[in-house]
């Protein structure tokens, strides 16, 4: 599924080099090595802030606790993405609105979640958290002009979208605030846990910076009750040298989804979808954005039958996400249950992520298609 080794070894020395400085300068806890990457990342992001921390799920409820998202306020989110998108928003004291997805694109669908603003409910939302699933953007046209119109924050879950853009403006940029995970398996990742906020409010930057230092302004004075969530000099170090090449094997990515794309076609499995008839839906990239190709996700019918046939032949493949939200057992507080969010619940049954990385092999994608291409004759 994923072979970070082929990543590492070109960049071992330098990687050496950089975690060596941390060591010199003994600064394991931001620092000069976090200011760095902070620096870089914002440069590279074109937002005027970026601040580091723990872990993605950190990032986001950091975005929120900054936005002032709390008890007696709603955020809406998507039912279809990984737990934290909802778990930071309870965790921030907040209650959490879901709305369907697009079946096109599986992210949150700007006309689902409006129906949830005009509802009884809706009067206590506070923020929309749209994320950009599988690396790809959400409709920040729909969802900047409701946030204008309805006064609310918008936050960006990039997690999965680092050099995603949208209308030529970075993931990252496009809410108020942004939060990315540099997990070890992003398109950016670090060697551990880490994560970062950004945004262009100069008050929003400075309260997520006094958040994440346990509500502290000035030393062992606290303001707010914050959290420990800082990034560790290590991660600065390591992302720093990463970002020098994140643009190059955001691109490789393109070329291995766009190889596939030809390859299921050639095929002749290629399905327009949004729903797969015999074949595979291959993933629809919206107008207007630039994907970061995180994900390579199919639709098909037989998914659970076709991701064992993969594994006899030891190919990867992944299910992103099986289980919607508000089916979680966790999440049953909530008060939704199944049949509420009918496109979220399909795609759990027919979506299955491939194998797709920068160093990913042509041959190894061809052995893939035809995998997929003997199931399904
Ligand atoms: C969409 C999404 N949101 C949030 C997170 C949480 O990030 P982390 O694992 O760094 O806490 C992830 C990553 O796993 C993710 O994919």
Redesign the pocket.
């Known amino acids: 599924m994923l072979d970070l080794k082929r990543q590492y070894r070109p960049l071992h020395q330098e990687l050496l080099n950089a975690l060596g400085h941390v060591l010199e300068t003994q600064q394991f806890i931001l620092g000069e090595p976090v200011a760095v990457f902070e620096k870089a990342a914002a440069e590279n992001l074109g937002v005027a802030h970026a601040v580091g921390c723990s872990?993605?799920?950190?990032a986001?409820w950091l975005a929120l606790a900054s936005a002032g998202i709390g008890p007696g306020k709603a955020v809406v989110t998507t039912p279809f993405?990984?737990f934290?998108?909802v778990s930071s928003i309870l965790r921030a004291g907040a209650t959490a609105l879901l709305a369907d997805i697009d079946p096109a694109t599986f992210n949150l669908s700007p006309t689902a979640v409006e129906a949830v603003l005009d509802s009884e409910q809706g009067k206590s939302v506070r923020a929309i958290l749209p994320?950009h699933?599988y690396g790809q953007c959400a409709d920040f046209t729909a969802f900047s002009r409701i946030g204008k119109q309805r006064g609310l924050t918008l936050i960006e879950?990039a997690?999965?979208a680092w050099g995603a853009e949208w209308q030529g403006v970075r993931a990252g940029a496009l809410g108020d605030l942004g939060?990315f995970?540099?997990?070890p398996t992003?398109n950016l990742s670090a060697a551990g846990?880490a994560?970062l906020v950004t945004t262009n409010s100069d008050n929003l930057a400075e309260r997520a910076r006094m958040l994440r230092l346990h509500g502290m302004r000035r030393r062992y004075f606290h303001d707010e009750i914050g959290w420990n969530t800082r990034m560790d000099g290590f991660q600065g170090a390591v992302l720093s040298v990463k970002l020098k090449y994140i643009a190059g094997w955001n691109e490789a990515r393109r070329a291995v989804a766009a190889l596939y794309d030809s390859l299921f076609a050639a095929a002749g499995v290629a399905e327009s979808g949004p729903y797969p008839v015999h074949g595979v839906v291959l993933p629809h990239v919206a107008k207007g954005g630039l994907h970061a190709c995180h994900q390579y996700v199919i639709r098909t019918k037989r998914r659970d039958q076709l991701r064992e046939f993969l594994g006899a032949r030891k190919i990867g493949s992944e299910i992103y996400y099986p289980v919607p939200l508000h089916m979680q057992e966790a999440l049953k507080c909530l008060g939704y249950s199944e049949g509420d969010f009918p496109e979220a619940e399909r795609a759990a049954h027919e979506v299955l992520a491939l194998p797709i990385f920068a160093e990913l092999r042509e041959d190894e994608q061809q052995t893939v298609v035809n995998a997929i291409a003997e199931f399904l004759s």
Do not use: N, P
């Open positions: 872990s993605g799920t950190d986001l993405s990984f934290a998108s994320v699933l879950d997690a999965q939060a995970s540099f997990y992003k846990d994560g």
